[in-house]
């Protein structure tokens, strides 16, 4: 297995990937990428699904994905995996490395939150600021990112004489 943690390179075959993070991992046997997969599944409730990639990524390399909420409590559960890992692994915790948005860094639960959207609304949010710099570039108007308040619903809801 290589000590490196990939996030959100995958899009999530549960849902919507604003709900859920897409976790992966490079793993050199087939037999091992199963039974990571039979692992992850087994030992964590906060585990959506796990899965191996149907062939091999190189020769006697597979992925395997692990889908999870998007939701604050992320880092501190892949913490608890990454922990465990130690178990199956030669590696603590200490040794992971983290690869998001084109750029490696050592593992920790502080740079995760720094970095990954947390919630739908966070995930959207980064999204569509992504897509206005990609707008401004090619010189298209760009859209403003709106987020919903609780005083705009309401606003919604009297205006609309359900309130």
Known sequence: MKPTIH?????SKMGDDEDIIVLSFF?????????????????YDFVLDADRSPGEIKPNRYLVYVEI????????????LLGDLGTL???????????????TLAWSPEFFRARVPLSPDAYRASRDQDLN????????????V?????TDIQNLKDAAGIG
Request: zero cysteines; charged letters at 35%.
């Open 133 to 144: 710099e990609w707008r401004d570039a090619a010189g298209i108007p760009v859209k403003a």
């Open 89 to 103: 692994t030669e590696f603590a915790s200490s040794d992971w490395q983290m690869h998001y948005a084109g750029k």
């Open 27 to 43: 793993v050199r046997d087939k037999q091992a990428a199963l039974d990571l997969v039979a692992w992850f599944e087994k030992g």
């Open 69 to 80: 909420r998007r939701r604050s409590s992320a880092p501190d559960n892949i913490e608890l």
């Open 146 to 150: 709106f987020k919903k308040t609780r």
């Open 7 to 11: 996030v959100d390179e995958f899009a």
